[in-house]
């Protein structure tokens, strides 16, 4: 037994620590991981309430690790020659392989550092064979002629206790953890943990961010109107009506409290594409038609065209299909569309859908439409051409490039809001004056990839090129002179509150609200609601409290005072009240 618990005590230590290595280098594709696992358990309503985390995954993998060693190779274990020493290694690698590749299979950890697998790998036969050697020499003569067969492996265990102690002191798991309190605390397995209505007062974490920051709000009303089977991911209202989004396809009419149209059939969700599924709706605000986004079963971002009839019911044998753009990954479709009163047009955002900044610059491509806000009828933008041959033609319809994961822009009078999501350090708000537009039709440069946020990654583009009067020459420069810098932006790892993934909102339009003309958006990790008065450029925290997953969307009710909804991947539908 005692070897037993040392062989599991090394296991989870060195299992643990690759762990880490292999998350920290991997750190928003673990995030999403954690995130799809805490949703797995909601979903089946598990009674306890726990952190996923990496001692939680290693602990798993451990445990089935040391299972398999004691049935082939403990109870097997010999050291008669050569051949049983290769034998027992060769065993001690295929054990811990497979049961790491088994394991990650079943939690879905894919795309994770393929480099740090393989040295992971090759060196675990190497050192538990050394601490199994090691554990038996307590069976040779020496140690039973002194009766001390057990000094070796009670010896050996005390020294990985301590060991494991010391490496629990002096890690931070938290950063990989999300029910932990100094990282996401949006996720649990438990329901909501507030009432019918509740008030939340809550003290704001600290700030790491753009210098506007001016205080806290406490004192939110939380309300919970309803529970769905499926994640949600928008709302959208439209003259008295609000509809809501299911990430499978369905959207219901919340004023009927109907399905207002199920496009279930057409809408691709794969198992590991999280981000995949129904995205937004848009109405023409005087023709009987609306437009709806999604991920379609090829995995192209598609816009579908839907006519209304007379009784403004969706006619659903006669849509079109206007626009598919292909996605070769998982992730970063955006695929939010809205109705911009300021150019009479439908714009759409698209995500630069997870190419690698460094060898791909798609978002900077003005011939490609990943990384955009787009027209979606208008071809009147005029750019100099960012491209890799210059006989390529820039597209006439970017209004916005050098994004990453703009999600759910939104239109005010003459702005543009655009939250962009972040890679690992900064989030940032954009804030666009479309008079600019106007006067130049050139369209707005916000970095991506060149720069996150504020944050300058130091890349240099061979690929693409600045194409000018039969002049080609590096982008570099004309990056750094033209992107436009973020109204707000904050980092990953703020004091105390791990922040990441802004959700954007809109703007309260009641002039009898003090919040008139605030822009008020979320952050999908963190439970806290931002209060931006960008006119007065004054940014303010409104914390939720612990909700029961991460906020997927939040919309301004326009005929309800002060009054927001917002989703959740839980499927919550909550009403917010600001104080």
């Given at each position: 037994?005692i070897k037993?618990?040392?062989?599991f005590?090394?296991?989870?230590i060195?299992?643990?620590?690759f762990?880490r290595?292999?998350?920290?280098?991997?750190?928003?594709?673990?995030?999403?991981?954690?995130?799809n696992?805490?949703?797995?358990f909601?979903?089946?309503?598990?009674?306890y309430n726990?952190?996923i985390?990496?001692?939680?995954i290693?602990?798993v993998?451990?445990?089935?690790?040391?299972?398999?060693?004691?049935?082939?190779?403990?109870?097997?274990?010999?050291?008669?020659?050569?051949?049983?020493?290769?034998?027992?290694l060769?065993k001690l690698f295929f054990i811990?392989s497979?049961?790491?590749?088994?394991?990650?299979y079943?939690?879905?950890?894919f795309n994770?550092?393929?480099?740090?697998l393989i040295?992971?790998?090759?060196?675990?036969?190497?050192?538990?064979?050394?601490?199994?050697?090691?554990l038996n020499?307590?069976s040779?003569n020496?140690f039973?002629?002194?009766?001390?067969?057990?000094?070796?492996?009670?010896?050996?265990?005390?020294?990985?206790?301590f060991i494991?102690?010391y490496?629990s002191?002096?890690?931070?798991?938290s950063?990989f953890?999300?029910?932990?309190?100094?990282?996401?605390t949006t996720?649990?397995?438990t329901?909501?943990p507030?009432?019918?209505?509740?008030?939340?007062?809550?003290?704001?974490?600290p700030?790491?961010?753009s210098?506007?920051f001016?205080?806290?709000?406490s004192?939110?009303?939380?309300?919970?109107?309803d529970?769905?089977?499926?994640?949600?991911t928008?709302?959208v209202?439209?003259?008295n009506?609000?509809?809501?989004?299911e990430n499978?396809?369905?959207?219901?009419?919340?004023?009927?409290?109907?399905?207002f149209?199920?496009?279930s059939?057409?809408?691709?969700t794969?198992?590991?594409f999280?981000?995949?599924?129904?995205f937004?709706?848009?109405?023409?605000p005087s023709e009987?038609?609306?437009?709806?986004?999604?991920?379609?079963?090829?995995?192209?971002?598609?816009?579908?065209?839907?006519y209304?009839?007379d009784?403004?019911v969706p006619n659903?044998e006669?849509?079109?299909?206007?626009?598919?753009i292909?996605?070769p990954?998982?992730?970063h479709?955006s695929?939010n569309?809205?109705?911009?009163?300021?150019?009479n047009?439908?714009l759409?955002s698209v995500?630069d859908?997870e190419t690698?900044?460094?060898?791909?610059?798609g978002?900077?491509d003005?011939?490609?439409?990943?990384?955009?806000?787009?027209?979606?009828?208008?071809k009147?933008?005029e750019?100099?051409l960012?491209?890799?041959?210059s006989s390529?033609?820039?597209?006439?319809?970017?209004?916005?490039f050098?994004?990453?994961n703009?999600?759910q822009?939104y239109?005010?009078?003459?702005?543009?809001?655009?939250?962009?999501i972040?890679?690992t350090?900064?989030?940032?708000?954009?804030?666009?004056?479309?008079?600019?537009?106007?006067?130049?039709k050139?369209?707005?440069?916000?970095?991506w990839?060149?720069?996150?946020?504020?944050?300058?990654?130091?890349i240099e583009?061979?690929e693409?090129l600045?194409?000018?009067?039969?002049?080609s020459?590096?982008?570099k420069?004309?990056?750094v002179e033209s992107?436009?810098f973020?109204a707000?932006y904050?980092s990953h790892q703020?004091?105390e509150?791990?922040?990441?993934?802004?959700?954007g909102?809109?703007v309260?339009?009641?002039?009898?609200?003090?919040y008139f003309e605030?822009?008020?958006?979320?952050?999908?990790?963190?439970?806290?609601?931002?209060?931006?008065?960008f006119?007065?450029n004054q940014?303010k925290?409104a914390p939720?409290g612990?909700?029961?997953?991460?906020?997927?969307?939040?919309?301004?009710?326009?005929?309800k005072?002060?009054?927001?909804?917002?989703?959740t991947?839980?499927?919550?539908?909550?009403e917010?009240i600001l104080?």
């Open positions: 037994m037993l618990v040392s062989i005590l090394m296991n989870l060195y299992i643990s620590s762990n290595l292999l998350f920290l280098r991997n750190k928003e594709i673990t995030d999403k991981i954690f995130i696992l805490q949703s797995d909601i979903a089946i309503y598990f009674p726990f952190s985390d990496n001692i939680f290693s602990f993998i451990s445990l089935f690790v040391t299972f398999l060693v004691k049935i082939f190779v403990l109870n097997r274990l010999k050291f008669d020659s050569v051949f049983e020493i290769i034998n027992n060769t811990y497979g049961s790491i590749f088994s394991i990650f079943l939690f879905r950890m994770l550092s393929r480099g740090l040295i992971s790998i090759v060196l675990y036969p190497i050192l538990s064979f050394i601490v199994i050697t090691f020499f307590s040779l020496y039973k002629k002194y009766k001390a067969s057990s000094i070796v492996p009670i010896s050996l265990m005390l020294t990985l206790i494991l102690f490496q002191q002096n890690n931070d798991n950063e953890s999300i029910d932990a309190t100094t990282t996401a996720t649990t397995t329901t909501i507030f009432n019918e209505l509740g008030v939340v007062q809550e003290d704001c974490k700030w790491l961010g210098d506007n001016s205080g806290c709000v004192g939110i009303e939380l309300q919970i109107l529970k769905y089977q499926e994640r949600l928008n709302i209202t439209y003259k009506g609000v509809y809501l989004l499978s396809g369905k959207v219901y009419d919340l004023k009927d409290d109907s399905i149209i199920d496009v059939s057409k809408v691709g794969p198992e590991d999280f981000e995949s599924g129904l937004s709706i848009a109405f023409h009987k038609y609306f437009l709806i986004s999604y991920s379609d079963l090829e995995n192209n971002l598609a816009v579908e065209k839907y209304l009839n009784n403004l659903l006669n849509s079109e299909v206007i626009l598919q292909p996605n990954m998982c992730c479709y695929g569309i809205i109705w911009s009163n300021y150019f047009d439908f759409i995500g859908m690698d900044p460094y060898n791909h610059s978002p900077l003005t011939t490609n439409p990943k990384g955009k806000i787009l027209f979606l009828n208008k009147e933008s750019t100099d960012l491209a890799v041959n390529d033609r820039p597209r006439k319809d970017i209004l916005a050098g994004l990453r703009p999600w822009t239109e005010y009078k003459n702005f543009l809001f655009i939250p962009d972040g890679d350090k900064e989030e940032e708000l954009n804030i666009l004056d479309l008079e600019g537009y106007e006067l130049s050139e369209p707005y440069l916000l970095g990839p060149y720069f996150e946020g504020t944050i300058d990654n130091e583009f061979n693409i600045l194409h000018k009067e039969n002049i020459k590096n982008i420069q004309y990056i992107s436009i973020p707000v904050y703020a004091p509150n791990y922040r990441a993934a802004i959700i909102g809109g309260i339009q009641d002039k009898n609200s003090k605030s822009y008020i958006f979320a952050d999908y990790f963190s439970s806290e609601l931002f209060i931006y008065d006119k007065n940014l925290i939720l612990q909700l029961d997953s991460y906020i997927t969307s939040v919309t301004i009710i326009p005929f005072k002060d009054t927001l909804y917002i989703t991947g839980s499927g919550a539908l909550l917010l104080p």
